[in-house]
């Protein structure tokens, strides 16, 4: 084990900053609007918060397995030295563009830690690397926001980023504060800015409640395997109407990657799984239908940012993805009233199960429903009867 002042610790640490382009002290000040990123209250959504889910797995549940198996001993100058977080850390800034949900977890494990273990300044690296200011934030390595971040993750071998627990559930606040001046940033100079957060989808009534969902198609709808699958539409026909009903909503709008990392015979198929989708989606809820397009904006930062917006403002929210980091940051980020993830219960040995972060949400308003044996599948199919 690396001594916290060994010669190869600190020519670590040094590496580990220099992979992130430092940013300038100096930083671009704006007031993000009200109306931009608006969090829904919960008197408005009385209606919406649910009892029980059908399917539904208790988060406390989980909670309580988590922090009775969880590392006890971690410190946070070990989990920087540890291969583990080295490995997640490598890339520095440099899958903004190419792998958003991938550098978004990573970015998450080092914001996060630094903010509740140490001092997140102006210079720690920020999302898209963009200029905007932050909060700066100073904890401490035996605050309990630091004690819990290290705490809830398995005690030994692989434990960052994915293979955390619900780590990232004492920084949620400064992610989700930070996201909105980041998101607030790349867009603020797009003609079409306003209160309206899904201008991209004009057939969706300025006003109208909806329901959002999220189906990763494009990069993976030719290489089935145990890590990559669908879930059977009979997922979403368990629990669906329940939520559909209890949210009040008037469409459905459907996001998701069809040729945006894929292939012309991805983009193909996944136009097809669309196509399957929008019809259950519509018999399930009783809602019109949507799909958001892909590549609306020249630039693909601004629609990456343009999805994110109206997914979050939906008054509920269903990732409706085997192992996506975006359907997970999306739920991370919602601001509606109910947002669902897919959970593997154990016992279940339906190929690979995802990594473990990805089902412990951090957002209070995510809910959890079970995956059940045989819930993975290799094509989408949608049988009506």
Request: charged residues 20%.
């Amino acid at each position: 084990m690396q001594g916290p002042g060994s010669l190869a610790a600190t020519r670590w640490l040094v590496a580990c900053t220099l992979a992130y382009a430092a940013a300038p002290d100096s930083c671009i000040k704006e007031k993000v609007p009200e109306w931009f990123l608006p969090v829904r209250s919960d008197v408005s959504c009385a209606r919406s918060i649910l009892g029980a889910i059908p399917g539904e797995v208790s988060k406390r549940d989980v909670e309580v397995a988590d922090e009775l198996a969880g590392a006890s001993n971690l410190t946070w100058q070990a989990l920087q030295r540890s291969s583990f977080y080295q490995q997640d850390q490598k890339y520095g800034g440099r899958l903004w563009s190419s792998q958003f949900g991938n550098q978004f977890f990573f970015w998450m494990e080092l914001a996060g830690g630094t903010a509740l273990c140490s001092a997140l300044d102006q210079q720690s690296p920020k999302i898209f690397g963009e200029k905007y200011c932050r909060e700066e934030i100073r904890g401490g390595p035996e605050s309990p926001g630091c004690r819990a971040f290290l705490r809830n993750r398995p005690p030994t071998g692989s434990n960052t980023a994915w293979h955390s627990w619900g780590a990232y559930a004492p920084a949620t606040a400064m992610i989700r504060e930070e996201w909105m001046r980041a998101a607030y940033h790349v867009m603020k100079d797009t003609a079409d800015l306003d209160e309206r957060p899904c201008l991209h989808i004009p057939a969706l009534p300025t006003g109208a409640s909806y329901l959002g969902v999220y189906f990763r198609c494009g990069d993976i709808a030719t290489r089935y395997n145990s890590q990559h699958s669908f879930l059977d539409p009979q997922w979403l026909r368990r629990f669906l109407p329940t939520v559909s009903t209890a949210a009040n909503v008037e469409y459905t709008v459907l996001f998701g990657n069809r040729g945006v990392h894929g292939s012309g015979a991805s983009k193909s198929i996944c136009e097809g799984y669309f196509a399957v989708l929008v019809q259950l989606l519509q018999n399930v809820s009783g809602t019109t239908v949507l799909v958001a397009p892909e590549a609306y904006d020249k630039h693909s930062r601004v629609g990456l940012v343009r999805d994110l917006r109206c997914m979050a403002q939906s008054v509920a929210f269903v990732d409706y993805s085997y192992a996506s980091s975006i359907g997970y940051v999306a739920s991370f980020l919602h601001n509606g009233c109910v947002a669902v993830l897919p959970h593997f219960v154990t016992g279940v040995k339906a190929g690979k199960a995802p990594s473990p972060a990805l089902s412990r949400p951090s957002n209070p308003r995510t809910r959890l429903v079970e995956v059940l044996q045989g819930d993975l599948v290799k094509h989408i199919v949608y049988n009506s009867t």
